[in-house]
């Protein structure tokens, strides 16, 4: 802010209060004058027909109060800042309040979390405390996709099961959470043809252990798989936890809603939007939100709900 | 009290009156939508124009323009006239203020279901309706302000005074805080000129000085003329009313950074904001003590007279409203108190108990006048509306009270491990009891509002004489009620 | 006996109110302006929307978000652990008008960009109660019936252009070929597509909701 804008605002704000104050005062000692000099009487009545008024003093209580008040408020002015650049003599800013809550608070609860610093992802799991507290951090920063106990939903993981698209492991359930993970299949559509992502839809539901509406194709379906799809999810549709991609060949649906599919040819139908447009699933990622340890915490107790 | 009126240019008055009573109806009848849209999440059934976001702009333009400012029209061209003892300076203009506001008010309840919204609180009407709004509002200030310069008593009468403070701060807060630049006429679109946190602080001007100057303004003017009229007594103290105005003008349009405490503005707009509030409780004071002190003595007639109890009842709330505000406003409090149904019910606590039920007291008081009627088709319907209301207004606030002060403790609650104890999704599970309460609050106001709308139908009985047809120049003689025998001629006359 | 008001001088009244209702304006309002003005552009926090999100933050308006979703984090440790860092005035200098709101019937979301999925968005503005349970939120289903034709974008930021140049000196703006293709980028997408990608965000670059939950980390 520039020196002129502060002054505008000293000013300015000085003055109103001050006018406010004097205009108000001077009225009342004008009116008691007036009373003096028998100029008017505090029974003076005036009348407009419909409406009439007494013209009776200013309550004093009501003067002072006001004065009180703009004490007050000069008051303020003079520890806080208010009054252009001027700081205060508190010299008080709302960051530094916030910077002095954030320590205080680091420092009040530093202690609690970190007898859980030196303890290992299995550790933590078998610990109940320790898992109280992953689960506390679950239900604030988990629960919206992967819903209540972990059990998932469309297009987030069960975390209860052994299925797991990136290694079950502890340190990969903790760098999963830490990093995030994004989940993303090119859509194929366009090099497929129709006709290319029917097959390919055939072979991919004979996979996984269902029966094709339409056998015929699975053959051809195979040979495409083999040529375009292996790259990703292994020639024996196995998948590959380094890079995410899931396992074809077990009945697990991350992208369909399988509670919604009464028979294949819907699971088909679903099957081929996702191949013929792709997949941009996303896991954010957690280390800007939660600190180290409380992911520790969290990976704990995402770890023991599969056991 | 004689209950002979004079004649004055009312047919504007008893148009505005009228009208005043069908909005406050529709914008009730959507607040309570809303209300049951919290309670029942899907009753909009997926029509989009039934759906919360957009509905709330309509609620809040119909109750505060709509209702309030039908009402602001009809009590302040009744009170210039009859405190003037003059007739509406220009016809004309009066009647193109009544009906430019009826469209004003129609075009609003198109578009903002529609979604066509600026975005900004309380000013969502999008720049075509601005426009005509303006263009309104000029009419009415060369109306309003003419008749106070025609009139026939030598002072201004301070309710007036007022009015006319709420008619300028309007025009100057629409002006300023609706400047965009338009980008369609169908659908009507426009950008705010303002940017981010500079359009946030103008729009905290705009919002808090329409509720301290505009609404607060129409509110005074109107305690001022009918709650002493109504209890046939004079002001207690002319000296005080006139001292709390200007305390107010100074001072009100401070405040618009309450509304943005602990947020992104600069710490010292913050402090103004903070410190103007609450030094703006004694003047607000001034108006409830000159209310109060003038009820002394009459409380008898309140008690015997429905349309008394409401604007004695909407005095109570200001007092209490002017209260909360500035306590609301303070730091320590606001950081709990700032986005929760604490707020939500600050302004209904303050619009519907305070302003709300003094103008339905003064309008009980106004239209059977306005109809040649020696008083309303029914008094106990006016009990009845009274009790409905005020049962019901307390539903309301009580619900979302306990809702606000518990999403506020909510939100802050810590685990003996420092993590947050209860998810955002946890806070609203808890207040969901409270908004079927308040739901039920709401459906007892408006049922009350039905039976307002009935009770000034039956009122309604054709006029037994009209105006005289020359009144828009004032040339026809004005009847004091002391002159019964010119008002005998004045009638034979028409 | 007459009060001591001037008696038919109502020329004053009108102009001592209007003089003195503008000083609370004239000593917040035009400072504060001032020196937003002065915003460098390490505070302004980068690029404005592009034509997609811009869509959708003009969907956001439409159905009234803002009524119950506030974008402005307070500086208490209870809603940066829940929300973000602070919200600073560089967060919003692109939006015309401001989103900060006044409610919180749903959370706030200055820095949800990035913190759910496209998938989720999808799910919860169509049927918000089957990722949130006990949500009030009401549905949004028509949204992704409703294909957008792109007509009104180019004009719309050569509009945002014009306030730039007035409100914020430092603040970037479109280029014209950015304004050219805006059509192509926006056209055959549909509203929920817009407003998705205006709440997604975008993380690398923030414009909109795109800002990283922590700025100082």
Redesign the interface.
């Known amino acids: ?2 020196e002129f ?2 002054v ?2 000293i000013v ?2 000085l003055g ?2 001050l ?2 104050a004097a ?2 005062g001077w ?1 009342v000692k004008q ?1 008691e004058e007036e009373i003096a000099n028998g100029q ?1 009487s505090p029974d ?3 009348d ?12 004093y209580g ?1 003067l002072y ?2 004065y009180l ?2 004490f ?2 000069l008051g ?2 003079f520890f ?5 650049r001027l700081p205060g003599v508190l010299h ?4 530094g ?2 910077a002095q ?2 320590t205080k ?1 680091q420092a ?2 530093a202690e ?2 970190n007898r859980y610093a030196q303890m290992s992802v299995p550790e933590i799991a078998l610990n109940p405390e320790a898992r109280h ?1 992953g689960h ?2 679950f ?2 920063y988990c ?3 992967h ?2 106990g972990g059990l998932g ?4 993981p069960n975390l209860t099961d052994q299925d797991w698209l990136w290694g079950g492991s502890p340190e990969k359930i903790e760098e999963t959470i830490s990093q995030g993970r994004t989940g993303v299949m090119p859509a194929w559509g366009a090099l497929l043809g129709d006709r290319g992502v029917e097959e390919v839809t055939e072979y991919v539901v004979a996979l996984s252990g269902r029966f094709p509406t339409d056998p015929k194709k699975v053959g051809a379906g195979r040979a495409k798989f083999e040529e375009y799809c292996s790259f990703c999810h292994a020639m024996n549709g196995a998948g590959d936890t380094m890079l995410g991609v899931p396992n074809l060949t077990d009945d697990i649906w991350l992208h369909i809603d399988l509670e919604t599919i009464a028979n294949v040819s819907l699971l088909e139908t679903h099957l081929k939007r996702i191949i013929s447009k792709g997949l ?5 990622a957690h280390w ?2 939660v600190d180290g340890v ?1 992911i520790r915490l969290l990976a704990g107790y995402v770890y023991s709900l599969s056991d | 009290m004689t209950h002979t009126q004079p004649l004055y240019c009312d047919k504007v008055v008893r148009q505005f009156a009228v009208m005043a009573v069908v909005w406050g109806l529709v914008g009730m009848a959507i607040g309570v939508w809303l209300a049951a849209e919290l309670a029942f999440p899907t009753i909009n059934i997926d029509i989009p124009w039934l759906s919360f976001g957009r509905l709330r702009p309509l609620h809040t333009h119909l109750v505060i323009f709509a209702f309030g400012g039908c009402a602001l029209f009809a009590t302040s061209y009744h009170v210039a006239q009859s405190t003037g003892k003059v007739c509406l300076a220009n016809q004309g203009l009066a009647n193109f203020t009544f009906w430019g506001w009826q469209i004003v008010s129609i075009l609003a309840l198109i578009t903002l279901p529609l979604g066509m919204s600026s975005g900004k609180e309380y000013a969502e009407a999008e720049w075509p309706i601005d426009v005509l709004t303006t263009l309104v509002w000029l009419a009415y200030a060369v109306v309003f302000f003419k008749t106070l310069a025609r009139r026939e008593t030598l002072e201004l009468y301070v309710a007036n005074w007022f009015y006319g403070a709420a008619i300028l701060a309007f025009l100057v807060l629409h002006l300023f805080n609706n400047f965009a630049i338009p980008i369609s006429f169908w659908p009507m679109k426009s950008y705010s000129f303002y940017p981010g946190a500079v359009d946030a602080l103008t729009e905290g001007w705009y919002t808090h000085s329409l509720m301290g100057l505009f609404l607060t303004g129409g509110f005074l003017g109107t305690l001022y003329y009918f709650l002493p009229k109504g209890v046939d007594r004079p002001i207690y103290s002319y000296r005080l009313a006139q001292s709390h105005f200007w305390a107010m003008i100074f001072l009100i349009p401070w405040i618009g950074p309450q509304h943005l405490l602990h947020s992104a503005l600069p710490d010292w707009v913050q402090s103004l904001g903070m410190v103007f509030a609450l030094l703006l409780l004694v003047p607000f004071w001034g108006g409830v003590l000159n209310g109060f002190l003038t009820l002394s003595g009459s409380w008898p007639e309140v008690r015997k007279n429905p349309a008394l109890r409401f604007m004695a009842v909407g005095l109570s709330f200001y007092a209490f409203s002017t209260l909360e505000g500035p306590l609301l406003a303070v730091k320590t409090i606001n950081a709990s108190s700032h986005y929760t149904d604490w707020t939500v019910a600050h302004a209904h606590a303050g619009a519907m108990g305070s302003f709300f039920f003094l103008i339905i007291g003064a309008l009980y008081t106004l239209i059977p006048s306005l109809f040649r009627q020696e008083k309303m088709y029914s008094s106990r319907l006016i009990t009845v509306h009274f009790w409905l209301t005020l049962v019901g207004i307390m539903l309301h606030l009580m619900s979302l009270w306990s809702a606000g002060i518990m999403q506020s403790r909510m939100w802050y609650a810590m685990t003996s491990e420092g993590l947050l104890r209860y998810t955002f999704l946890d806070s609203v599970h808890a207040v969901q009891g409270f908004y079927w309460l308040g739901t039920v609050g709401g459906l007892m106001s408006l049922l009350g509002m039905c039976l307002m709308a009935y009770n000034v139908r039956r009122t309604a009985k054709p006029c037994v004489r009209s105006e005289s047809p020359k009144s828009s120049h004032g040339t026809h003689a004005v009847h004091t009620k002391h002159s019964t025998e010119a008002h005998a001629e004045a009638h034979a006359g028409h | 006996m007459q009060p001591t008001f001037p008696k038919k001088k109502i020329g004053w009244l009108i102009v001592s109110v209007l003089s003195v209702i503008n000083i609370g304006g004239l000593v917040e309002i035009t400072p504060f302006a001032a020196s937003f003005l002065g915003m460098t552009e390490a505070q302004i926090q980068g690029l404005p929307a592009d034509a997609l999100r811009i869509e959708g933050r003009d969907v956001y308006l439409r159905e009234g978000c803002g009524t119950c979703h506030t974008q402005m984090i307070r500086p208490f440790v209870a809603e940066t652990e829940r929300y973000g860092s602070p919200s600073v005035l560089g967060d919003s200098a692109y939006d015309h008008p401001a989103l900060f709101g006044s409610k919180r019937t749903g959370p706030d979301l200055a820095r949800i960009g990035g913190r759910y999925s496209e998938y989720w968005h999808q799910q919860h503005l169509r049927d918000p109660r089957s990722v949130s349970l006990g949500s009030v939120m009401p549905a949004y289903p028509w949204l992704q019936n409703t294909i957008m034709d792109g007509m009104q974008i180019a004009s719309k930021m050569r509009a945002m252009n014009t306030l730039f140049s007035y409100t914020c000196p430092k603040c970037k703006t479109y280029s014209e070929k950015e304004i050219q293709e805006s059509q192509g980028k926006v056209r055959g997408k549909t509203e929920e597509d817009a407003l998705i990608a205006y709440l997604y965000g975008d993380v690398d670059q923030p414009g909109g909701l795109g800002h990283r939950f922590s700025q100082k980390r």
């Open positions: 802010m520039t804008w502060s505008w605002i300015l704000t109103t209060l006018i406010c205009l108000i009225d009116m008017r003076d009545f005036y407009w027909g419909e409406v009439t008024a007494y013209d009776r003093p200013i309550p009501w109060s006001f008040c703009v007050f408020a303020y002015f806080y800042p208010a009054l252009g008080w800013t709302s960051e309040q916030y809550e954030s608070h009040q609860y609690s979390l507290i506390q951090v239900l604030l629960q919206n996709c819903q209540a939903t469309l297009h987030y941009n699933n996303l896991m954010p800007e939100m409380k």
